[in-house]
């Protein structure tokens, strides 16, 4: 009876084995490392060990991690690039971590010279390993499956049976039926040779590939981007130039050229809100509807924005960030002559829009006495007023909108030179209005209602229409679709070298001393697992079924002829 047995995976001969020859070699395109004969190395020498060391993965992955590690003080340390005022206030409140931070550039990392020295060598050795692994995998797929090694019996997967084929037909049978399995296959000598799985180096060449596809997008984008943000009142515009923004922050190398050519205006904004149940003031819509126009002499366009909708012009994305609302304040003198008239946009504290701000008259009036002065109020205003709850509105929307303003004169401070916030009032030069019990004057309004100022210094009107405001963030960050891309890439290509298994299958068809033929089949794979002897009995019970078993001359032919398919018998000490 034909006998058969395949090897357990943990028997994987060691690659460059003599028995195996170059049947185990090049089913990986890692390059082998030789230790450095360390008494005979020379300048050259020495170079050449230090680019093998930079070249080799456990280096890149170590410069991973350390590029890992330096950003995360990017993340808790305040960069200059990103806001400056908090650095200042870093500065202030550090006194002694301040310079020690300044020489080791961690208040700006990703641009300090050890990052972009990480960076860099990250980049020559994802390089200098791909390059040479890429040129040798091109040259495998260009060549073919090594032949059989004399002695089969040696691979971790192995069977064997003699059958009355012809070893021709055998060796045909094999061909046609490994080609199927999609092997690259073909004739040497008495044996087919075959291999399999390429996709596995592919997706590992297109992983390492994806990391610089990535880390170059990433570096192009930090040095190039930009962002701004810019609150907008219904009716207002907006022109992408660097006066227009709020605030503003961009890569090193970024320049005011690199701004897209185009304006915008406010048209209307839209909110609305769940009116009851547990997710009662939820907006359910905001959208602003604005026309626009690209470049000096562009048409105007209609467009609406949505959160996570942007309008997209160019290489930049304008999103909508932010919703609030702008009272229309009205201001005169004691004379009732007009010295302020504006919507006045407040900042939200709150899910249902409580919001807070400063109205500032700076030039144009005139106390009772006809002496120069300047008014600033400080306004608390609630969409949806409930009596007896004037800390919060209760919902979101304009149902009963009240404006709560306190009265101040004197200096604001804008004269001085120093930057201030335009929604807090510095009250250092400011002196409160005081009603006729000393108290300071605070009110209450409801749209259309007055606020008359003591002493004949004027009034105060919140007018009926209170517009709406919306922010908008545009930003700018090149490279974004590569990462994208890159990231994918990375994805495919790990999962491709985890999951496919390289491997060879050999089927040698040859005449035995007896006159009968024997057949044997071995596999072996680039690392243990045992798919590749479970492959290679489904192969072995498929050829048999062409090329049955020959019964020995001791064998009844009857017994031969019930048992057609070969046995699978795991070799001495393998698991069962």
Known sequence: MSETKTSAPDSTPAVGDEDLGAAGSQLSTAPAEDAPNLPSLGVIGWARWFWRQLTSMRVALLLLLLLSLGAIPGSLIPQTGIDETKVAEFRK????????????????????VWFSAIYILLFVSLIGCIVPRTWQFVGQLRGRPPGAPKRLTRLPAYTTWRTEAEPEQVREAALALLKKRRFRAHLTGDAVAAEKGYLREVGNLAFHIALIVMLTAFAWGQLFKSEGNKLV?????????????????????????????????????????????????????????????????????????????????????????????????????????????????????????????????????????GEREQLGFQAFFLPTYVKGNELASQFPALLNPV????????????????????????????????????????????PGESMKLPNGAGTVTFEKEIKEWAGFQVARQPGSGWALAGSLAAIFGLAASLFIQRRRVWVRAATGSDGVTVVEMAGLGRSESAKVPEELGDLAGILYEQAPGAPDAEDDPAESEASPDPQVVPAEGAEK
């Not at 409140?93 to 641009?111: C, M, W």
């Not at 930049?316 to 201001?331: C, D, E, N, Q, R």
């Not at 250092?428 to 009603?435: A, Q, R, S, Y």
Request: hydrophobic content about 30%.
């Open 233 to 369: 009142v219904e009716g207002d515009g907006f022109s992408n130039t660097l006066t227009q923004y709020d605030d503003f922050k961009s890569g090193s190398l970024f320049t005011q050229d690199d701004l897209d050519p185009f304006s915008f205006n406010l048209k209307n904004f839209t909110g609305t809100y769940e009116a009851s149940g547990p997710n009662k003031g939820t907006p359910r819509i905001y959208k602003a509807d604005i026309s626009y126009s690209v470049g000096a002499d562009g048409k105007d366009k209609k467009t609406t924005i949505k959160v996570n909708e942007p309008l997209e012009i160019g290489d930049s994305k304008v999103y909508l960030v932010s919703h609030g609302y702008a009272p229309v304040i009205t201001i005169r003198d004691g004379k009732g002559n007009i010295v302020y008239r504006d919507a006045v946009p407040l900042l939200p504290l709150d899910g249902n829009v409580t919001s807070t701000g400063a109205i500032k008259v700076m030039d144009g009036y005139r106390n009772a006495k």
């Open 93 to 112: 409140a550090h006194e002694t971590l301040a310079p020690i931070y300044d020489k080791l550039g961690l208040f700006n990392v990703y641009s300090s």
């Open 403 to 446: 404006i709560n303003l306190e009265a101040y004169h004197g200096d604001l401070g804008v004269d001085a030179g120093i930057p201030q916030s335009v929604y807090q009032l510095n009250k250092k030069n400011l002196k409160g209005f005081k009603d006729a019990k000393g108290a300071q004057v605070r009110e209450n309004l409801k």
